[in-house]
């Protein structure tokens, strides 16, 4: 089983972005407190005999988090949980966090990846996206990071930006294969409703990139990237051999997870998904008033096959049709390959060891298929 935990706060509010996030720090304190109560209550989620394996806190912002807010959570969770000892722990940062003072403290904590949202390595493009760091920042975190002998690291960028050309996104691309980083994710922009961002398009202010453009900025992302001898796992994550983010993956093989935090979400590995609520102010009160502010939803088999094929086809591991079967019987298999069968015939599809993978043709046009796979 893998833990997360999201945290809740930013320095400010990236134009793109519509994350559960705040700016203001009002609630911190008791924010420490009542997640400090999530962990105390439900420890008894983890079945008998189970283990923690990786953790992760994700946000927000967790680099906000001083020091010994991190050491008091941490002492919870060692306290309570037990743990593998051989997971993935990690921490997202944002890069201006990252100074050498936090990289020391973050090194005497039990932290052992480190993720960083860039997003771009061009100042105008940063300051577009409301980005608070430089690209220089990035730089000499990953410098202090490395000192720390955190060296399992993980950066973000984003690709598609108004205005963007091949060889700023290609610049971007390079500079990140300068600095040996193990792991990649890069994203599309994306204009999700209520941002800042979206406002400007609806304004007539920002006009999105052509469809062209970002199978272009795409198609070159790959490419490059396979050549340094990353491997594309995961249709927005690349990696060195052997280096893939090891607790996201597990959302894409359907392993258990508890979720905490204020909009967390939780998953039992079988049928039951639980969300908390989407709200500080009442995450926060209903812990310290001993409680849980949450709803829960049962998958249906419906659901839970339509998930099972979007998550899998997304990696590089692909649905391997025997673990299908035993999971959704002979017929759900015999449907499956059928609505295959026009991208097998397309090169969008393979089909080899019993599994369905995606061509890198395919990858292309993944959320059509997908979409037609559930058919
Ligand atoms: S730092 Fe991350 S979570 Fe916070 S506003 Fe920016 S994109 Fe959203």
Redesign the pocket.
């Known amino acids: 089983m893998n833990l997360y935990l999201h945290i809740p706060f930013?320095?400010?509010?990236?134009s793109?972005?519509?994350?559960y996030?705040q700016?203001g720090s009002r609630l911190r304190r008791d924010f420490i407190n009542a997640l400090i109560r999530e962990l105390h209550l439900r420890r008894g989620e983890l079945p008998d005999g189970a283990f923690i394996e990786h953790i992760y806190f994700g946000?927000?912002?967790p680099s906000l988090l001083t020091p010994d807010e991190l050491t008091r959570i941490f002492a919870t969770i060692t306290s309570l949980y037990p743990l593998t000892g051989s997971g993935e722990v990690t921490i997202?940062c944002?890069p201006d966090d990252v100074t050498a003072d936090y990289a020391q403290a973050l090194g005497t904590l039990p932290i052992n990846r480190v993720s960083m949202?860039v997003q771009s390595f061009h100042s105008d493009d940063l300051s577009f996206l409301?980005?608070?760091h430089s690209a220089e920042q990035v730089f000499s975190a990953v410098e202090a990071l490395r000192h720390q002998g955190i060296d399992n690291l993980s950066l973000d960028l984003i690709y598609g930006l108004p205005g963007q050309t091949e060889e700023r996104w290609l610049a971007n691309i390079r500079t990140f294969l300068s600095l040996s980083v193990p792991h990649l994710s890069a994203y599309h922009l994306i204009y999700e409703e209520g941002t800042a961002l979206t406002r400007l398009v609806e304004r007539g202010k920002v006009h999105p990139v052509s469809e062209d453009d970002s199978l272009r900025f795409f198609e070159l992302l790959i490419s490059e990237l396979k050549t340094a001898g990353y491997e594309h796992y995961e249709i927005s994550n690349f990696a060195l051999p052997n280096r893939y983010a090891r607790h996201n993956t597990g959302y894409w093989q359907g392993v258990p997870y508890l979720g905490l935090g204020p909009s967390a979400h939780s998953f039992d590995g079988v049928r039951t998904r639980s969300h908390n609520v989407a709200s500080l102010a009442r995450y926060t009160k209903a812990l310290l008033d001993g409680k849980r502010d949450y709803e829960t939803e049962y998958l249906s088999d419906e659901e839970l096959q339509h998930e099972y094929i979007l998550t899998r086809l997304r990696t590089q591991w692909g649905i391997p049709l025997a673990d299908y079967t035993a999971r959704f019987g002979e017929h759900a298999t015999s449907l499956l390959l059928q609505a295959a069968k026009e991208h097998l015939n397309r090169d969008q599809l393979t089909y080899s060891e019993n599994t369905l993978r995606l061509t890198p043709s395919g990858i292309f046009v993944s959320d059509g298929i997908i979409a037609d796979l559930f058919q």
């Not at 930013?10 to 990236?14: E, G, I, N, Q």
Request: hydrophobic content about 10%; glycine content about 16%.
């Open positions: 930013c320095a400010s509010r990236c793109y972005c519509d994350f996030t700016t946000g927000g912002t997202e944002n949202g409301n980005r608070r």
